[in-house]
Nanobody, 116 residues
Framework: QVQLVESGGGWVQPGGSLKLSCVSS????????MGWYRQAPGKQRELVAQ???????TYSDSVKGRFTISRDNAKNTVYLIMNSLKPEDTAVYHC??????????WGQGTQVTVSS
């Protein structure tokens, strides 16, 4: 069973920055993809950023240029660096890993609140 634990969420003013971390019990260098999703109240969960095993990264249009996904294989940790945060970025952020065999695993989520 793969376990993912997110941290780093919190409250920040508009224009501020946060760095989310996702520690995996699975060796992330073997993962097919690693990604961050978010879900705001009353809305569907949406993809924010995703990185493949070959380090190709994709971002939703709403965060492109502001967010960066990265990883540290030695620490089995995936990061989401969020800059220039906006109130509409407020959501619960979830880490997801897809293994080489197609297994999909989610973390419990970390709350990000952007407000003045």
């Amino acid at each position: 069973q793969v376990q993912l634990v997110e941290s780093g969420g919190g409250w920040v003013q508009p224009g501020g920055s946060l760095k989310l971390s996702c520690v995996s019990s699975f060796k992330i260098f073997e993962a097919r993809t690693m990604g961050w999703y978010r879900q705001a109240p009353g809305k569907q969960r949406e993809l924010v950023a995703q990185q493949t095993r070959s380090d190709t990264a994709t971002y939703s249009d709403s965060v492109k240029g502001r967010f960066t996904i990265s990883r540290d294989n030695a620490k089995n940790t995936v990061y989401l660096i969020m800059n220039s945060l906006k109130p509409e970025d407020t959501a619960v952020y979830h880490c997801q890993i897809v293994t080489a065999y197609g297994g999909v695993y989610w973390g419990q989520g970390t709350q990000v609140t952007v407000s003045s």
